[in-house]
């Protein structure tokens, strides 16, 4: 056979590997974006995640995990007006004999925050119900054993995907912090609506966009700032930093690790 018969199926075969490779990318893309996001406090949601990992590490998704489980530092809860400052991730973990004054956030919830959050919290769920808009408390305060089990359960689930378990310890922190590590373990973050990336489809998060940082609350985990924070964008996260600290970030587009000037 001649060089010249070879060549229209050399040509076919060039083709058909480019077809191929742009299938598998979408659906490398379409598997990303369907996946359930998992929070450190909704069980259901831990167990019915798919954690597509070859397929995710394959489109560059998860670039932004972090490749080794940090030794976190402890802090202590500051004394001073700074105590709504303090960074909390998998670098940096309260002392876990601190101890949160606890209030129910909207009576018969069930959800409680840190007494001096949750004031805050009730001034700015007044202010939205006043225009119409409901912030449905859907988490708060999370004790250290049960987010420990979550996070533990978050690390099943990435065994069962396939992953080593030093690789889904590793990688369950993109979704679930490690005891300690958590705001939720001190009442400081609240979750409002609903779990889920449609959140942010809302006219309760429109409303959290605009008048959030009025009432001292960030955005904590956005799409753009995951390869700082190492956590998945959670647009009902909200953490209360203070109104100056919320004005600032908020107008300069950094998170609170920016902020601080703390980053890993
Ligand atoms: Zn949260």
Known sequence: MNIKKLLPLAMIIIIAMLVAFFVSYKITVAVRTSSQPVTEETTAAVEETTVNTEET?????????????????????????????????????????YEPQLTEVVEGTGIYLDSRVA???????????????????????VSLDRQTRNYDKQVESLIASGL?????????????????CSEHNYGLAIDIGWIADSFADSPAYSWLKKHAAEYGFIERYTADKEGITHYQAS????????????????????????????LN
């Open 164 to 180: 080593s378990e030093e690789q889904s310890k590793v990688q369950a922190i993109f979704y679930v912090l490690p005891e300690g």
């Open 57 to 97: 590490t394959a489109s560059g998704n998860i670039a932004v995990e972090l490749t080794e489980i940090p030794t976190p530092k402890k802090v202590t809860m500051p004394a001073d007006e700074s105590w709504c400052l303090v960074l909390l991730n998998a670098y940096y973990k309260m002392d876990s004999s």
């Open 119 to 141: 004031e805050k919290f009730i001034q700015m769920y007044n202010a939205a119900l006043s225009d119409s808009v409901t912030l449905t408390p859907a988490s708060g305060y």
């Open 235 to 262: 647009p009902w996260h909200w953490r209360y930093v203070g109104v100056d600290a919320a004005k600032a970030m908020k107008a300069d587009n950094l998170c609170l690790e920016e902020y601080l000037g703390k």
